[in-house]
């Protein structure tokens, strides 16, 4: 993406000129209001939400102001690339598309409703990432399985971010199906063993998974059913009654949720126990906490792919996960979805980064990438914040939120619109900053 910045710059001045002004705004606050407006209320809340106060949310945001870019001149970027290597991928930015999950809820108020949804998610944010060659990090909360995900990719990178589930064998085969699927990472969330106390959706009562939204890669898992075949066994044979509260409007369209969701026709599945089996499954699997960093050894041995953990926020943490054999680090606050008060994802970035590099010896690839790559979430909102975080260490980072609000205003093209103003910002930060190619960033270009 040579110069990306000048070329989407002036295709929207352009535009201008015959009164044309961008469906997607480049503002990162205009554009939260434009998908605001447009999302559910429970979609807006979940998205847009994070852990009580959501003090965290807004330290992740703050913490960018800390760390001031600065201006260099008179240097030749009359040429200028974006394009990275990492493990071992030629990449044609240093930019990923984040695992969301139940992404369905962004578009549950597009053309079809929430029947549509799931359509409307996963298959959208393929068709931009391929579209733009970026990577995605497919959910393990997704609302489409992975192998259609991957089919609409085709050659494009993906990689797969797995919650580590209370059942092994769904684990295993969570695994098995990435790779399956042409994955060429596993991102373990570590941060989310149990779910944060997120008050927008508490105050909503509101759990997307309890309708059986974001689901998809349990529903179309074989060991999963295996899971809820044995449930509904168990129940008939313990002749177990059915709730007998009188149903309220809002557990019909819960029921009706889970029936269409669930594989097969939705009338079918409004007369039989699976769908609701299943929710009740998910939710006695759903994530562990009783991991270790000794537990990592057991995905190791099943999996070649390169393993990734995020949600780490301190050096000890980094240096335990490199020694039990983990290949990558993304530093990570779930973007203030789980801790409230919790420390600046982008304040923990750089001290996370240099115990990375003393532990690995400091040495790094041919390629631009380092041989343990560290990654950042949590906050990257802009092109310049993409900047600072380069420049504080990262290889790469994982844009979050922004690109969903695209998916809610325009879908696939606002997805595409929005990861391309940020790589825009990104290439005219360069220019401005004096750096021609993104391997060149360092702590050099900031003012600490």
Excluded at 28 to 36: G, I, M, S, T, Y
Excluded at 391 to 408: E, I, Q, S
Aim: proline share 5%; charged share 20%; glycine share 10%.
């Amino acid at each position: 993406m040579r110069n990306i910045g000048r070329t989407v710059q002036s295709s929207i001045y352009r535009n201008g000129v015959y009164g044309h002004r961008p469906a997607v705004p480049t503002s990162p606050d205009a554009l939260a209001d434009a998908a605001r407006r447009r999302m559910t209320s429970t979609g807006w809340s979940y998205v847009s939400g994070g852990a009580g106060a959501q003090r965290t949310v807004a330290a992740n945001r703050e913490a960018f102001g800390r760390y001031r870019i600065v201006p260099r001149q008179m240097v030749d970027v009359g040429e200028r690339s974006l394009a990275t290597t990492l493990l071992g991928r030629p990449l044609p930015a240093p930019v990923l598309f984040g695992p969301v999950g139940a992404l369905e809820l962004a578009v549950q108020h597009q053309r079809g409703g929430r029947a549509a949804a799931p359509r409307n998610a996963e298959p959208a944010l393929a068709r931009a990432a391929r579209d733009l060659g970026l990577p995605v990090v497919i959910s393990s909360q997704a609302s489409t399985p992975m192998e259609d995900t991957a089919a609409i990719l085709g050659d494009s990178p993906r990689w797969f971010q797995l919650y580590w589930s209370s059942d092994d064998a769904v684990v295993e085969s969570f695994v098995t199906r990435a790779e399956a699927s042409g994955c060429e990472a596993i991102v373990v969330t570590l941060d989310t063993h149990v779910l944060g106390w997120r008050t927008l959706d508490l105050d909503l009562g509101y759990l997307p998974f309890a309708r059986a939204e974001g689901i998809a890669q349990y529903l179309s898992d074989p060991e999963f059913r295996k899971l809820v075949e044995a449930r509904v066994r168990g129940a008939a044979s313990s002749g177990e009654a059915t709730a007998s509260n009188r149903p309220t409007v809002a557990a019909v369209r819960s029921l009706l949720s889970m029936a269409r969701h669930h594989p097969g026709p939705t009338l079918r599945n409004l007369t039989q126990p699976y769908a609701r089996a299943a929710v009740e499954t998910f939710l006695d699997v759903f994530s562990r906490s009783t991991l270790t960093w000794a537990d990592l050894a057991w995905l190791r041995e099943r999996t070649t792919l390169p393993i990734l953990v995020k949600g780490i926020q301190h050096p000890d943490d980094a240096r335990a996960a490199l020694d039990h054999g983990a290949d990558g680090i993304i530093v990570s606050n779930h973007g203030g979805r789980q801790i409230d008060n919790a420390v600046a994802s982008l304040d923990t970035l750089g001290p996370v980064v240099d115990a990375v590099r003393a532990h690995s010896g400091g040495g790094t690839d041919t390629g631009t990438g380092a041989v343990v790559p560290v990654l950042f979430d949590s906050g990257i909102r802009t092109g310049a914040d993409v900047f600072t975080a380069l420049a504080l260490g990262a290889d790469a980072v994982l844009l979050g939120r922004p690109w969903v609000y695209g998916l809610a205003i325009a879908g696939a093209d606002g997805v595409r619109a929005v990861a391309e103003h940020v790589l825009a910002e990104l290439d005219i930060t360069m220019a401005l900053a004096g750096v021609s190619e993104t391997g060149q960033i360092g702590r050099h270009n900031l003012a600490l």
